[in-house]
Each structure stands twice: as C-alpha cells, then as structure tokens.
C-alpha cells in the first residue's frame, strides 16, 4: 500500500525500480536471463546441491540492492540540505549589522535543534504518518489519519518521536530528510525579522514551526492529504504538484517571514520620517555570497535527492534544471539591477540566484532544461522588483530579501509547474491516472488550477497562521508586561549581541 | 612650542611619515578619523535604497615641534601628502603652552 504524493508513482514488484526497467528492460531480462542459464548448467553439471536446492533469486538481490542505494540517496539528499543551514546562517549575518551577528546567527543555528525537536515529536507524525514509498524500502505507513479521511485527510497520526511499531530504518532516514526540509521553512522568517526579534519570542517560533505550522502544509501535500488529491476531488490536473517543495517549503516560510516582519515592525531608522526607505547595508558581503554558494550546494541535495529514488534517473534531470535556473537567476538579476541602480549590487545577484533556485524547486523533475532557464530569468526579476516593492509601497523591512525570495520566488514556482510541466514525468503521482504532469504547455490547464488552489491556501490559511501566531505572541507578551516580541530600543541600538547573546560577535570591534 | 595638526588621506600616511622623518622629526600620533570638506560626499544605492556617503576616510596626525622647525616641517608634510586631486587634506598650527615628558617629568622643548 503506497500513499503520500508520490504513491503510484511506483506500484508493482518490478517497477520497485521504474527506470531501470521502463528503460533498459532488455538489460533486466538479459541478466536474468543469463542468472537462470547460469544456475541452470550448474543444476545439470551436478554441481553443489546446495545451489540446486535454492537457485539465486535475481531480482530479490537487485530490489534489495536498489532500496539500500535509493535510501543512501535520501540520506545524501538529507546531509546536503541540514548544511544549507549554514548557508542560510552566513547569508543572514553577512546582510546584517555587526553588532546584531551574534544574535543572527545564533537564531540560524538554534532553529535547526529547535525545529527539529517538535518535528520529532509531533510535527513528523502529524505531516508523515500515513506515508509509505517502497522504493526506498518504507513499504507501510507507521500510522493513519487523525483528522479526515479518504481523499479528505487533513492530519495524520503515528510514529509519536519516532516510535512504536512500523518503524524501519527506511522510515528514520526519510524522517532525517523530511526534519531537513522543515527546518528550511523554520529558518526564513529570521531573515525578515533580523536585528529586533527577542530570542525567547524566537524559541517558541522554532518549537512551533516544526510541531504544528510547517506540518500542516506538509500533512495537506506530501503526506497525502486533501490538496495532494484534488486530481480526483475537484478534477485539477495530477492533484498539487510540488516536487521538492517552492510552496510546501519556501512559499510557507515565505509567507510566515512576511507576517513576522508585519508584526515586528521595521528597524529603528529604516524608514525616514516621509517613509522613504533608508539603506542600512550589511556588514559583511563575502559571508552573504559564500551563505549562497553553500545553500546552491545543498539545493542539489534539496531537488535531486527528492526523486527518493537513485534508481530514478529524472534525479540528473533535476539537478541540472536546478543548476540552471540557479545561474540563469544570477546573472539576470545582475543585469536587472544595473539597469535599475547603475551598478550590480552583490546582494541583488545573490537574492536573484536564490530566487531561481526556489522557484524551479517545485517544477524542476517536470519541465525542460529550457523552461528552466526561463523560470529562473523570470525569478530573477520578480525578486527584485519585490524587494522594491515590499521596501517602498508596502513599508515592510527586510533585511535579507527573505519575503521576496522565499515568499514571491516560492508562489511563482508552484505556479510554474501548472504552466512549464511537459508531461515527461510524474505518470500516476498522488495516485492519480495521470500519465505525466502536464502544464499549459501541454494544454492542459487543470494543474494549473490544483497549483493556483495550493498558491491560495498557502496565502489566506499558512499566513493567516502565522499571522495570528506573532500576534498573539506579541499582545500575550505585552500584556505579561515582557514588551512584545520586539527586543526594546536600548537594545536595538546598542546591538542585540551584548543584551540578547552576553557576547559580542566582533569584541575588538565594537561600535554602535 | 607648536602642535602642527593635519588631514590627509590614508594611503599617504607612509609616505608622509617617511618625509618627516626626513626632516627631522622623533614622534607622531596617528588616528582614523571620517571627514568632508567642501565638495561634499557622494550617494550610493544599496538594494535599491539610496543612501548618502558624506564622511569620507582620513587619516588624522599630530605633532610637537619647536617653533622654528615650522615651517620646513608643513613643507614636508605638503610634498609628501599632495596628489593634487579633491580631498588632499588640512594642516592647520596651534599654540602649546606647557608640554612635559610623563617618564622623566623634563618640561617645555626637552620635552619634544
């Protein structure tokens, strides 16, 4: 029994490795064709009883082997993307103040354990419990669905901290990849509420993010919930489609950086008293562009590992439809800038690389090598004109781009896949009948339909969420007479490192 | 006695320093300071917001001097300080009226 998104995908015994033998099935019969011969002559030669008593069971040795190296593909992915932890840390810090960096990047490197540990004990469950892809070995799910049912689910139960009966190493190794995608989500709003977010405000986001927030969307999608099975429900295309997740993950953190930095207000100075923006650069350049380069690192792990299978060669697919948006957001974005400020702002490059690389996060197993590039030229200049946008009309400040990038780049990737998918890949995802994801290049406008409905939840239901969260949040701990989720003036002029951290990031250096 | 205080731009430290030397003198104190004069700054944009850089970097140095080694001391000091271009710097000449050595307690020019 297969479910979550990627169920029908992978059915009978012999497609546990689609690929290899949807393309090369003359391969396979070949091998076991000759296996046969082969202990066929040593039956006839007499040879060892033993071999005669039980031949070599070809295709059980190949389905093993092909589960463990699909499972150490999920492993890798898993590792690629917890050190884009990193990334995301030095791009903050480095488009930060100096005097905040200790506060940044310790946000950055707490979100992980903090996220992590409300994913492993209620998060995880709540998202995952009805999941199952055999492909990797994961061949039942641990538990049900607590709330809804049938193609209505709208949370799942099982597998409370990683325990009970069901759990395989399959299992807790997709746990670690999932715990690594979550996290990503947790640790986009530290960009757009950088340098006045209190720390214990920020604890509870993490807790709370990785238990409740980020599992909602995944429970709805990945898990198998009712967005996944609009195919059948409301006839949309192969139901939401999001291969690694530009809605799942970065438009749902995306939105929850822009209620954080609704509710948190701007930094002291930002805006002048006409409201015109004030630049306040960040203090470090290198560390930005490095955070970068690491997070286009990880994202090989982010996409191409979510075939969850290396037995599924789309993951070379992937990969370099990911690459390529990537360099085609970068350099756009360099060129974009320059003609809009004369000179080619580092940052702007790096948010449009960035942009790029979410927006393809969704599409990138379904689209083209072409239809990527045009995704990450598009991106590109979406981003920055979003940062302009957020800055000047809406008057929200965000220091690294974070709403724009995750947020904007995240909701134009999901719609992508409606729009660039060509039908090559993706027969039966969400158990559908679908024989391949297909976008209105292909004239099939139903995906996206079932992508513009998953752009709408993530929009009025997730920013609602968390909306509310850093409200509440923020009128509890003010009328506890605590001030708010806001650190206080002092300490935001000061610098938050002394006040929030007891350390200054850069002690020889200090200056206000 | 006299305190010779100037403004010149960074990279010329060495360069001055070495010509003073030159002409004689045993001391200097030296700090990093931002000015400007009367052309102003220049404006930059970061992420699309515009920003004014008015304070450009400058190097700052003062020194005791007897008063007849004034006015090689300033010739020096322009020689070596001068590119010719917007931004080259002040040199401007105070009045000490006591100077005193902390180690020995020696006062006025032993003092220098």
Known sequence: MITGSRAGASTAAVDHFPDLVRKRPSFLRRFLIATAISSGAVLVAGGGAALAADEFDAEGAITSLATATNLLWVILGASLVIFMQAGFALVETGFCRAKHAAHVVATNFAIFGLGFIGFFFI?????????????FGLDA???????????????????????????????????LYMV???????????????????WGSFVVWGFFCGAVYYPLMAA?????????????TMNLGAGYVDFAGSGVVHAVGGVAAFSGAKVIGARIGKFDKDGNPRAIPG???????????????????????????????????VATNTAIAGAFGGVVAMFWITKRTGKPDPGMMANGMLAGLVSITAPCAFV???????????????????????????????????????????????LCVGIFANGSYGAGWNLS??????????????????????????????????????????TVSKKMGKGGIRSSEEDEVMGLDLPEMGVYAYPEFVKS | MKLITAIIKPFKLDDVKDALKAAGVQGMTVSEVRGFGRQGGHSETYRGAEYKIDFVPKVRFELVVEDGAVDPVIAAIKAAASTGKIGDGKIWVTDIDRLIRIRTGEEGPDAI
């Open chain 1, 433 to 474: 009948d679908s024989e391949g994801v297909e976008g209105i290049i292909k004239g099939d406008w139903g995906q996206l339909g079932a992508q513009a409905l998953g752009v709408a939840v993530i929009i009025v239901v997730l920013g609602g969420i968390s909306y509310s969260f850093f409200k509440i949040q923020d």
């Open chain 1, 123 to 135: 998060g995880f469950p709540l998202a995952f419990g009805g999941f199952s892809y055999s492909a």
């Open chain 1, 220 to 232: 709805w999608t990945w898990g198998g919930g009712w967005l996944s099975q609009t195919w059948s």
């Open chain 1, 180 to 198: 690594a995608f979550m996290d990503t989500v947790a640790t986009i709003p530290t960009g757009s509420m950088a340098e006045r977010w209190k």
């Open chain 1, 368 to 414: 083209a090598p072409w239809a990527a590039a045009v995704i990450g030229c598009i991106a590109a200049v979406l981003v920055i004109e979003s940062v302009f946008f957020v800055e000047r009309k809406l008057k929200l400040d965000d220091p690294v781009g974070a709403i724009s990038v995750h947020g904007v780049g995240g909701l134009f990737g999901t």
């Open chain 1, 283 to 317: 203090h470090h350049i290198p560390m930005a562009m490095l955070g970068t380069f690491i997070l286009l690192f990880g994202w090989f792990g982010f996409n191409a590992a979510s075939t969850f299978a290396a037995t599924d060669v789309q993951f070379a697919v």
């Open chain 1, 141 to 175: 799910p641990i538990g049900g669905s607590l709330i809804g049912s049938g193609e209505w689910v709208f949370l799942w139960k099982g597998g409370w901290a990683l325990s009970g009966g069901g759990i395989t190493p399959a299992l807790i190794g997709f746990f």
